[in-house]
């Protein structure tokens, strides 16, 4: 059984360059979370989609950031232009149902240079 | 401010010796779950507390729920150098259909030898 699928696992790149995070959820689960976990502000919910459609967006940092579920089985986050402060690990997390447990990938770090 | 908050913040013990966490939380809720994190991993789902229950187990795992004082406890018996990594509660809030965890600043835990 395959869990919440994140690609790529490390990404370093230059200010200013397009960044675009992936995840697959676990196939059935209705709900997608996306996450940013620093040292200093700790785990933080991004965006988080209920049948495709993005319910609440009210975490996303500004409007650099964007998230799209085109299907069930595939969540993009793209941030456009990056920043060293966007530097962190980005999970994806998926559920069946609305405040049950969530199942995490293991995350994309993301080192902004 | 983050609804959930871990105390302590670290806490090193030997092998063989029961690991105790606070989380204290500020609003209602419908339940409260505690996830574990491995260094460089995604979060894992440990258990789930609803609000009208005062205590869970298991395997070595115990953990109680007081709503009246909004605080859970975790409770690591036996611990092993296996349950090294950080330990997050995360609370789901009994409003509507909302479908947001929130997530505790942590406790990192360090089983020695």
């Known amino acids: 059984d395959a869990g919440v699928i994140q690609s790529p696992r490390h990404e370093v790149t230059e200010m200013g360059q397009e960044v675009t995070l992936r995840c697959k959820p676990i196939s059935g689960h209705d709900y997608l979370f996306w996450y940013r976990q620093t040292m200093m502000r700790g785990l933080e919910l991004l965006i988080y989609f209920n049948n495709n459609v993005p319910i609440d967006d009210s975490g996303m940092p500004e409007d650099r950031f964007s998230a799209k579920m085109p299907n069930a089985s595939f969540s993009t986050l793209k941030i456009q232009p990056s920043e060293p402060r966007d530097s962190a690990v980005y999970f994806c997390?998926?559920?069946?149902?609305?405040?049950?447990?969530?199942?995490f990938g293991d995350g994309t770090r993301l080192s902004i240079l | 401010s983050q609804q959930g908050e871990e105390d302590p913040q670290a806490l090193s013990i030997q092998e063989g010796e029961n690991a105790t966490m606070n989380c204290s939380y500020k609003?209602?809720?419908?339940?409260l779950q505690w996830y574990r994190q491995n260094s460089g991993r995604g979060l894992v789902h440990l258990i789930l507390?609803?609000?009208?229950?005062r205590e869970k187990h298991s395997g070595r795992l115990r953990v109680t729920l007081d709503t009246s004082k909004k605080s859970s406890s975790l409770l690591i018996t036996a611990s092993r150098a296996a349950d090294t990594a950080s330990y997050f509660c995360?609370?789901?809030?009994?409003?509507?259909?909302?479908?947001?965890?929130?997530f505790g600043t942590g406790t990192r835990l360090q089983v020695t030898l």
């Open positions: 997390a998926s559920s069946s149902f609305p405040n049950q447990p969530q199942h």
């Open positions: 507390i609803r609000s009208n229950e």
């Open positions: 609003t209602s809720i419908n339940n």
């Open positions: 995360a609370t789901a809030p009994n409003t509507g259909t909302a479908s947001k965890l929130t």
